[in-house]
């Protein structure tokens, strides 16, 4: 059998690790063969109630898992981690200001970035799942700089999965019929659900899911706000955020990360290298391909007016939130 991967979630007493780590630790995101050592750091006044998920993970007796390590300290949680599930964050509590939330998690990011740098691998691959997901990718990238940048990423995948699933429910077929959504920008409410290059195959026939839906105004507008807002109305009938579906969907991003995409397209937050006239070093969700382990933005897309207006206004909401946070680095 292989050597342990080394695998670290971050917010391991929360809601959303309570569901990642039970798939990560069967196998669904590594492999059936892959054995496991899993590090979970939480914050230090959640240590007993991340002491009772450890276990509850060794209650599960699941063969794959060869060590558990919970810790306070990310020192411990990142050293020599293969894959690192990043979805410890503050959440924002009411009252709280949009920059006070930004700073809280610059901190949070800075210090792990700063550990990850000195003690993770230097092919360690990361999803940030806590928000603001592009920004604390970016910030804790800024502060492991001897980490390849192309190691970061943040998660949209949650946003490709409803996009997918409302275009299934809408034309009665199957969530695996239904391929290339992209999602682009930001995880917040302006990112831009994109369906002008998607696929769906119905009876056999693959054809273009604009050619399947025919109504232009449900894509541009109902279909598009449904996605945007598909998180809060989450949280108004369940009064928690999404954790089930977002851990699910973490899962989606890091396995697609290991074992590739074959000929389709996954959205994900890189750091943009410019691609499609985005700002150089935002970390924007873009269509992308993965193969050995490596990812590359799809390129040469046909972006038409209604598309570039939408593409920009979210680059315009990161582009702030990032300058936003390298003030709060250098204050
Ligand atoms: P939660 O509040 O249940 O759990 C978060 C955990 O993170 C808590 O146990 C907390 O103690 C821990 N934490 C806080 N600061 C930490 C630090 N410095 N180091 C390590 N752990 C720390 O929240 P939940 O529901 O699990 O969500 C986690 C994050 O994921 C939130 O920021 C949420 O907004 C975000 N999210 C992102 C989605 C996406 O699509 N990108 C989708 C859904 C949620």
């Given at each position: 059998m292989a050597e342990p991967l080394k695998v670290v979630v971050t917010g391991a007493a929360g809601q959303i690790a309570y569901s990642l780590l039970f798939s990560v630790a069967k196998g669904?995101?590594?492999?059936?063969?892959q054995p496991l050592e899993l590090l979970l750091l939480d914050i230090t006044p959640m240590m007993e109630v991340l002491n009772g998920v450890v276990m509850e993970l060794m209650d599960c007796?699941?063969?794959?898992?060869?060590n558990i390590v919970a810790t306070d300290d990310p020192m411990v949680a990142f050293k020599d981690v293969d894959a690192a599930f990043m979805v410890g964050a503050m959440p924002r509590r009411e009252g709280m200001e949009r920059k006070d939330l930004l700073k809280a998690n610059v901190k949070i990011f800075k210090a792990q970035g700063q550990a990850m740098d000195q003690?993770?691998?230097?092919t360690v691959k990361v999803i940030v799942v806590g928000n603001p997901a592009n920004t604390n990718g970016c910030i804790l990238s800024k502060y492991a700089?001897?980490?390849?940048?192309?190691?970061f990423t943040c998660m949209t995948r949650l946003d490709q999965n409803r996009a997918q699933a409302q275009i299934a429910a809408k034309l009665g077929v199957s969530n695996d019929q239904v391929t290339n959504v992209i999602i682009w920008g930001n995880h917040s409410s302006t990112q831009f659900p994109d369906v002008a290059h998607a696929s769906v195959t119905i009876q056999g026939k693959t054809i273009p899911v604009a050619e399947a839906i025919k109504d232009d105004s449900y894509i541009k507008n109902d279909f598009i706000k449904t996605v945007q807002q598909r998180g809060a109305a989450v949280i108004k009938a369940r009064k928690l955020s999404s954790a089930m579906s977002a851990a699910k969907a973490a899962c989606d991003h890091m396995r697609d990360w290991f074992f590739g995409t074959g000929n389709n397209w996954v959205s994900m937050g890189v750091i943009s290298d410019g691609s499609y006239g985005i700002r150089e070093g935002l970390m924007y969700s873009y269509p992308v391909k993965i193969h050995d382990k490596t990812w590359t933005i799809v390129q040469d897309l046909k972006i038409n007016d209604f598309a570039r207006e939408k593409m920009d206004a979210t680059a315009a909401e990161l582009s702030e939130e990032l300058d936003a946070a390298l003030a709060e680095c250098e204050a």
């Amino acid at each position: 059998m292989a050597e342990p991967l080394k695998v670290v979630v971050t917010g391991a007493a929360g809601q959303i690790a309570y569901s990642l780590l039970f798939s990560v630790a069967k196998g669904d995101v590594f492999g059936k063969d892959q054995p496991l050592e899993l590090l979970l750091l939480d914050i230090t006044p959640m240590m007993e109630v991340l002491n009772g998920v450890v276990m509850e993970l060794m209650d599960c007796a699941i063969p794959l898992v060869k060590n558990i390590v919970a810790t306070d300290d990310p020192m411990v949680a990142f050293k020599d981690v293969d894959a690192a599930f990043m979805v410890g964050a503050m959440p924002r509590r009411e009252g709280m200001e949009r920059k006070d939330l930004l700073k809280a998690n610059v901190k949070i990011f800075k210090a792990q970035g700063q550990a990850m740098d000195q003690v993770a691998k230097k092919t360690v691959k990361v999803i940030v799942v806590g928000n603001p997901a592009n920004t604390n990718g970016c910030i804790l990238s800024k502060y492991a700089p001897s980490i390849p940048k192309a190691n970061f990423t943040c998660m949209t995948r949650l946003d490709q999965n409803r996009a997918q699933a409302q275009i299934a429910a809408k034309l009665g077929v199957s969530n695996d019929q239904v391929t290339n959504v992209i999602i682009w920008g930001n995880h917040s409410s302006t990112q831009f659900p994109d369906v002008a290059h998607a696929s769906v195959t119905i009876q056999g026939k693959t054809i273009p899911v604009a050619e399947a839906i025919k109504d232009d105004s449900y894509i541009k507008n109902d279909f598009i706000k449904t996605v945007q807002q598909r998180g809060a109305a989450v949280i108004k009938a369940r009064k928690l955020s999404s954790a089930m579906s977002a851990a699910k969907a973490a899962c989606d991003h890091m396995r697609d990360w290991f074992f590739g995409t074959g000929n389709n397209w996954v959205s994900m937050g890189v750091i943009s290298d410019g691609s499609y006239g985005i700002r150089e070093g935002l970390m924007y969700s873009y269509p992308v391909k993965i193969h050995d382990k490596t990812w590359t933005i799809v390129q040469d897309l046909k972006i038409n007016d209604f598309a570039r207006e939408k593409m920009d206004a979210t680059a315009a909401e990161l582009s702030e939130e990032l300058d936003a946070a390298l003030a709060e680095c250098e204050a």
